[in-house]
Nanobody, 121 residues
Framework: QVQLVESGGGLVQPGGSLRLSCAASGSIVSIGTMAWYRHPPGKERELVAAITGGGTTNYADSVKGRFTISRDNAKNTVYLQMNSLKPEDTAVYYC???????????????WGQGTQVTVSS
């Protein structure tokens, strides 16, 4: 089985920063794209940022220039550095990853349990 565990959420004032981490563990041969999503209260879940296995990134327009996604392939971990946080960034943040568990299998998408980020004064 594969598990994704997020950490780093919390309460921060507007203009502040947080760094989220998501570590994948279990039976893993390779990991393709890793991504962060968020689910704001009363809204639909949305893609925040994604990074391919080769390091290509893409971001939602609302976070460009403020958030940075990165990954450490040796640790099977993806990060989200969030700067200049705004109240509208308040949400539960989820990571996901496209994981190959064996060379004879296709990739499957796994999700973390979510971590709360609250931006408020």
């Amino acid at each position: 089985q594969v598990q994704l565990v997020e950490s780093g959420g919390g309460l921060v004032q507007p203009g502040g920063s947080l760094r989220l981490s998501c570590a994948a563990s279990g039976s893993i041969v390779s990991i393709g794209t890793m991504a962060w999503y968020r689910h704001p209260p009363g809204k639909e879940r949305e893609l925040v940022a994604a990074i391919t296995g080769g390091g290509t990134t893409n971001y939602a327009d609302s976070v460009k220039g403020r958030f940075t996604i990165s990954r450490d392939n040796a640790k099977n971990t993806v990060y989200l550095q969030m700067n200049s946080l705004k109240p509208e960034d308040t949400a539960v943040y989820y990571c996901n990853a496209d994981v190959r568990r064996s060379w004879f299998d296709t990739t499957h998408t796994y999700w973390g349990q979510g971590t709360q980020v609250t931006v408020s004064s």
